[in-house]
Structure formats: structure tokens, C-alpha cells
């Protein structure tokens, strides 16, 4: 499996992977972790797939955000089940996640992960959590833009619902 690098405009590019499996959906999504967009063959390509999460042992953690664009949009193969992000960290063990389906405004996404925090801190449910997080952000006097639904309703939790458990 490699990993290229295709250039777009303004420096930004999009990291693409070639596999000689292309109809296994667990590979056609993945998060590109610091150092992704290096060369250097002899380490790793710092991408990890979704086919990699779903082996990771995951039991016991409670909750995983993953607040960038598009983060909660898989891919179905011919005769398989959907696959992505998603599924690979309940797979892995993950009791709930928040993912996005489609691309999001940074400041907004910034000042909801902000507010959802904040709620999950003080031991709200998740669900209720992302809700009342949800409603501050449209709600917001100083981002009269944000009331549009664009802007807070791209995340959805799905697995466990409930307030986070204790560590003990």
C-alpha cells in the first residue's frame, strides 16, 4: 500500500492511498496524523486507516470526537455493509462517537467541540450534551450567520448516549 500526495492550490493537497485491494471500504477512510504529508518511506506513512482502528483495542474508552470535516461519511462496497470512521472505533470498542457529515466551518466547529465539552465536564449525557451544545451555537448574539444549520447540525453521536462514567 502507498501513499501519494496529490497538489492542489495554496499549498493544500490531498494525501490519497493506492492499495492493491480496492474493493475493502476499511481502507478508503482513515486519519492523517502528524507527519502524514512526509516522504520518508522508512517510517511509517502516518496515515492510519479505518481497517487499522477497528484492530485497536478500544475497550473502556468512553467516548471519541473526531470534529473534522466529513469525519462520519464512509463508503459501501459492492455487497458489504457501510463502512468508515464511524464503525471502525465501535468496532474497536468505543462506546460512542461524534463525527461530522460534511465540511465545517473551523470557528464554528471550534466553539461547539468547546461547548459540548463543557457540558460533558459537568456530567451531562452525551446526547444532551451535543443538544445543548447545539443550541448555544445557533443561538450565539455575536454570529447571527450561525443560526443556519450548516453551522451546528453536521455532528452526530451514535453508540452510548448516556453521561460518562467514572474512572475508577
Keep these: 500500500m502507498t501513499t501519494d500526495f496529490v497538489p492542489m492550490q495554496d499549498g493544500i493537497g490531498l494525501l490519497t492511498r493506492q492499495t492493491a485491494e480496492p474493493a475493502d471500504a476499511m481502507v478508503h477512510a482513515g486519519l492523517a496524523l502528524a507527519g502524514a504529508n512526509r516522504r520518508d ?25 473526531l470534529s473534522a470535516c466529513q469525519t462520519g461519511v464512509g463508503h459501501i462496497a459492492d455487497g458489504e455493509e457501510f463502512t468508515g ?6 468496532i474497536a470498542g468505543a462506546r460512542s462517537q461524534l463525527t461530522s457529515l460534511w465540511p465545517v466551518d473551523d470557528d464554528a466547529t471550534a466553539a461547539l467541540m468547546t461547548a459540548f465539552y463543557e457540558r460533558i465536564r459537568t ?3 452525551r446526547g444532551e450534551a451535543l443538544r445543548a451544545a447545539e443550541h448555544a ?3 450565539r448574539e455575536d454570529r447571527p450567520e450561525w443560526t443556519h444549520p450548516f453551522y451546528w447540525v453536521a455532528f452526530q453521536q451514535s453508540g452510548d448516549w448516556g453521561a460518562i462514567a467514572a474512572a475508577g
Aim: proline content about 3%; overall charge neutral.
Design 123 to 125: 456530567g451531562a449525557p
Design 137 to 139: 451555537i445557533r443561538n
Design 41 to 65: 518511506e522508512a517510517v511509517a506513512d502516518g496515515i492510519v486507516t479505518a481497517r487499522e482502528i477497528a484492530a485497536m483495542d478500544l475497550l473502556g474508552t468512553q467516548l471519541v470526537v
Design 85 to 90: 470512521l464511524r464503525r471502525a472505533f465501535a
